[in-house]
């Protein structure tokens, strides 16, 4: 419990921060009229932190050591709102600048082909590493690093960012992903014949630390990477290969710190949910062979095989891609085939990003020699060059 000197000294400056942030807000309600319902979103947010505000000045006023043990969680809630406002909505739409709106755009009408029929906004920062905030799901704050204006090659990995957004908007999917782990180890259980006791409580125990591996935040990543690969198509496994070769990382690692799943199951889950068509594209096989002699400097321990089964992943896939399409009925399945290559090089003024991104990437890996220029005529199109 806090001590009523600290809780005055936090009321008091809480009253200087949130008043700064509804005068930050109102500027900007008048300059951004593009992200109107966000702002709006955000100011009826900032009416919650105020009341929970005036809370806390009752609190302090009366003082009573037995409200006291109730003000640490408002200052919190109080904290937790601030942190959303300083540190990610405010400095995004403050700094906002034309590759932040083109990339918005961009997204907004990949968005909409994907079946987002909830989104109202994206508020893009390209000044950091790829992540995103899906709350609201509505209207997600997405992060990216500065050379995705400058450079195709990590673009696709926008596509799983997305993904976090339907992740967040359904919460079905987290639940119907962990009931096909839990049935898959359940099974394993079944399957066992005869078995000593030591044994069987040494098994029980490993099946039980695999279940639990499966969390609900490691099944939004791997989410994500079906979902990628889903709407961007090859792109978005050449994308995740890549980023697995860069990493020098030990691709069967399972760390229980980290909240993705090793390198090789995303991996094989984005190669699963392409179509037996893209799987036989020249630059999916390309990189697949790359990635197969990455994987033979690395052995496969028993823990890794138990946890990321091949067959449990297959299960994994498949219940995400059901997920996507039950949940997201308009969803658009990139599945379009690359030009040959007489027209591959051409790019249409109406090209879709994932369009865009697929040729890039079958270029960069079939005909190197020809991407830069090819690069730099796609950012014109983009509208990140003037």
């Known amino acids: 419990m806090a001590n009523l000197e600290y809780l005055k000294a936090k009321t008091a400056e809480y009253a200087v921060v949130l008043c700064r942030i509804d ?42 050591s037995r ?7 408002i200052v919190h809630d109080i904290e937790y709102s601030i ?25 907004l009408l990949s ?46 990995g926008l596509y799983h960012e997305l993904g976090h957004d339907v992740f967040q908007k359904f919460h079905e999917i987290a639940e119907n992903l962990g009931t096909s782990i839990y049935l898959y180890f359940n099974e394993l259980r079944q399957k066992s014949g005869p078995i000593n006791p030591e044994r069987k409580i040494e098994r029980n125990q490993q099946l039980d ?20 690969t889903f709407a961007c198509g090859s792109a978005h496994y050449i994308s995740c290969v890549d980023m697995g070769l860069r ?43 790359a990635w197969e002699n990455y994987k033979k400097a690395y052995p496969q321990e028993y823990g890794f095989n138990l946890i990321c089964s091949e067959v449990l992943l297959d299960r994994i896939v498949k219940v995400a891609i059901d997920n996507i399409q039950n949940f997201i009925p308009n969803s658009h399945r990139y599945e379009v085939s690359l030009p040959d290559n007489g027209q591959i090089h051409e790019i ?39």
């Open 23 to 64: 005068k930050e807000l109102q500027a900007l309600g008048s300059k951004k009229v593009e992200h109107q319902w966000l702002i709006n979103y955000l100011q009826q947010k900032l009416k919650t932190t105020q009341t929970l505000h005036k809370d806390l000045q009752s609190i302090v006023k009366i003082g009573s």
């Open 67 to 73: 409200l006291l043990a109730r003000a640490l969680p």
């Open 83 to 107: 942190l959303l406002f300083n540190y990610y909505y405010l400095p995004t739409l403050q700094k906002e600048n034309q590759a932040d709106l083109a990339l918005r755009k961009l997204l």
């Open 111 to 156: 968005a909409k082909r994907c079946g987002f029929f909830w989104l109202k906004d994206i508020a893009v920062n390209l000044n950091g590493q790829l992540a995103t905030l899906p709350n609201p799901p509505q209207a997600p704050l997405i992060f990216a690093p500065p050379k995705l204006a400058v450079s195709l090659l990590e673009m696709p």
């Open 209 to 228: 630390k695999a279940v639990e591996y499966w969390d609900t935040k490691r099944l939004n990543e791997i989410f994500c990477d079906i979902f990628g």
């Open 247 to 289: 990493s020098g990382h030990d691709p069967f690692d399972v760390d229980f710190g980290d909240e993705h799943p090793p390198l090789s199951v995303r991996v094989y889950a984005c190669y699963k949910t392409l179509t037996l068509n893209q799987q036989n594209e020249q630059s999916v096989i390309t990189i697949r062979r």
């Open 348 to 386: 249409p003024l109406d090209v879709s990003l994932e369009d865009l991104l697929n040729r890039a990437a079958h270029i960069l890996l079939t005909c190197p020699e020809c991407y830069e220029a090819w690069e730099a005529k796609a950012f014109k199109i983009l509208g990140f060059c003037d």
